[in-house]
T-cell receptor, first 117, second 118 residues
Framework: GAVVSQHPSWVICKSGTSVKIECRSL??????MFWYRQFPKQSLMLMAT?????????EQGVEKDKFLINHASLTLSTLTVTSAHPEDSSFYIC?????????????FGPGTRLTVL | AQKITQTQPGMFVQEKEAVTLDCTYD???????LFWYKQPSSGEMIFLIY??????QNATEGRYSLNFQKARKSANLVISASQLGDSAMYFC???????????????FGKGTLLTVNP
């Protein structure tokens, strides 16, 4: 159990366009979802935390108007990169947690590789 | 100050030998959790092992064990009998239960790239 999927697994887009990435918890209800960004050979950096039905909480330095997060249901969160630019090219990973689980563990999706031309 | 420090950017180990990956952490919380993840080149994050701050015994999961020294704030990962498939990035992460808020955010170290030689 505790499977998290992401779609798409990779995307290439032109500069100035918007890209939406979906994160789904397939076999459990995710009370909280997290979005991370990982540049090549670097660590995961938390971008934002979202609870179902609430506005996302963004980490310092992350532009909320550029990275729109919607957590409309207990199984789906979306990250939209608006007006993407080449510097937004990165690996985006989501994770999901369920209140009451052992370790308060986060279950990670497989990631989405975004390339902005 | 960094909350999670992994001082080894890269490590090499011979197949079938044991290897220790270092992790030190910094927190003022009494309640926290420490995780190790493996990230192969495909990018997925694979959970390996967990140690809670109140756990008195070191965690073990198959070939993985965690050498938890609370007073020194270290949580080193030991991989026994290394296999070629163990070659990957390894991340140490900490969950702080109070200062991290009720959402239990994770803070990751910079990672160690482990290469297992045949």
């Amino acid at each position: 159990g505790a499977v998290v999927s992401q779609h798409p697994s990779w995307v290439i887009c032109k500069s100035g366009t918007s890209v939406k990435i979906e994160c789904r918890s397939l076999d459990f209800q995710a009370t909280t979802m997290f979005w991370y960004r990982q540049f090549p050979k670097q660590s995961l950096m938390l971008m934002a935390t979202s609870n179902e039905g609430s506005k996302a909480t963004y980490e310092q330095g992350v532009e909320k108007d550029k990275f729109l997060i919607n957590h409309a249901s207990l199984t789906l969160s979306t990250l939209t990169v608006t007006s993407a630019h080449p510097e937004d090219s990165s690996f985006y990973i989501c994770s999901a947690s369920q209140q009451g689980r052992a370790y308060n563990e986060q279950f990670f999706g497989p990631g989405t590789r975004l390339t902005v031309l | 100050a960094q909350k999670i420090t992994q001082t080894q950017p890269g490590m090499f180990v011979q197949e079938k030998e044991a290897v220790t990956l270092d992790c030190t952490y910094d927190t003022s919380d009494q309640s926290y959790g420490l995780f190790w993840y493996k990230q192969p080149s495909s990018g997925e994050m694979i959970f390996l092992i967990y140690q809670g701050s109140y756990d008195e015994q070191n965690a073990t999961e198959g070939r993985y064990s965690l050498n938890f020294q609370k007073a020194r704030k270290s949580a080193n990962l030991v991989i026994s009998a290394s296999q070629l498939g163990d070659s990957a990035m390894y991340f140490c992460a900490m969950r702080e239960d109070y200062s991290g808020g009720s959402n239990y955010k994770l803070t990751f170290g910079k990672g160690t790239l482990l290469t297992v030689n045949p």
